[in-house]
T-cell receptor, first 113, second 116 residues
Framework: DGGITQSPKYLFRKEGQNVTLSCEQN?????MYWYRQDPGQGLRLIYY???????QKGDIAEGYSVSREKKESFPLTVTSAQKNPTAFYLC????????????FGSGTQLSVL | GENVEQHPSTLSVQEGDSAVIKCTYS??????FPWYKQELGKGPQLIID?????GEKKDQRIAVTLNKTAKHFSLHITETQPEDSAVYFC???????????????FGQGTILTVHP
């Protein structure tokens, strides 16, 4: 089945630790995105990539980093510089260059120990 | 930048009733307005969308209306069923600075509960 796979489903981070969230898609989509979801708030864009080896900051990129070495993969690293990392992280992709009709993964819940 | 406000934050209805969720946007250049449904523990799923050159769009029990002048759009669900219970997000997007990339700005979400 085609889709977007995020792993792990739950992740715990210790103080000062970097953690990496995985996002893989087999939809052959060019564009991929990372959103952060906090309770009672809408989805906020962290980073996006429209093509391999290229990515741009979204609205809340501070404390996060990404890479796009392969079309299928867009991992997100939550660094120790992100002081409030507890949130639900959603990866999405689209074949539409206008960022419409996003397909989302099932998300990763990140919590701080 | 774009700002999207969504109301109400929670909505409780009886099975068979209608549900309406409203969103307002700030950027008159926005031209694409999707609605997403998010079930517990899952990612959002696109359920319906509308473009600025259309005033209304229907898909079975769901419909979306757009008022460009007032800069608001609404989701209407008729004959609600318990499986409609979920969080619903509206969003708005338009071309950003003349590039081909239009960023989606999401509303805060509405928790819809349909009681049997």
């Amino acid at each position: 089945d085609g889709g977007i796979t995020q792993s792990p489903k739950y992740l715990f981070r210790k103080e000062g630790q970097n953690v990496t969230l995985s996002c893989e898609q087999n939809l052959n989509h060019d564009a991929m995105y990372w959103y952060r979801q906090d309770p009672g708030q809408g989805l906020r864009l962290i980073y996006y990539s429209q093509i391999v080896n290229d990515f741009q900051k979204g609205d809340i990129a501070e404390g996060y980093s990404v890479s796009r070495e392969k079309k299928e993969s867009f991992p997100l690293t939550v660094t120790s510089a992100q002081k409030n990392p507890t949130a639900f992280y959603l990866c999405a992709s689209t074949t539409d260059r206008n960022n419409e009709k996003l397909f989302f993964g099932s998300g990763t819940q990140l919590s701080v120990l | 930048g774009e700002n999207v406000e969504q109301h109400p934050s929670t909505l409780s209805v009886q099975e068979g009733d209608s549900a309406v969720i409203k969103c307002t946007y700030s950027d008159s250049a926005s031209n694409y307005f999707p609605w997403y449904k998010q079930e517990l523990g899952k990612g959002p799923q696109l359920i319906i969308d509308i473009r600025s050159n259309v005033g209304e769009k229907k898909d079975q029990r769901i419909a979306v209306t757009l008022n460009k002048t007032a800069k608001h759009f609404s989701l209407h669900i008729t004959e609600t069923q318990p499986e409609d219970s979920a969080v619903y997000f509206c969003a708005a997007s338009g071309n950003a600075g003349g590039t081909s990339y239009g960023k989606l700005t999401f509303g805060q979400g509405t928790i819809l509960t349909v009681h049997p």
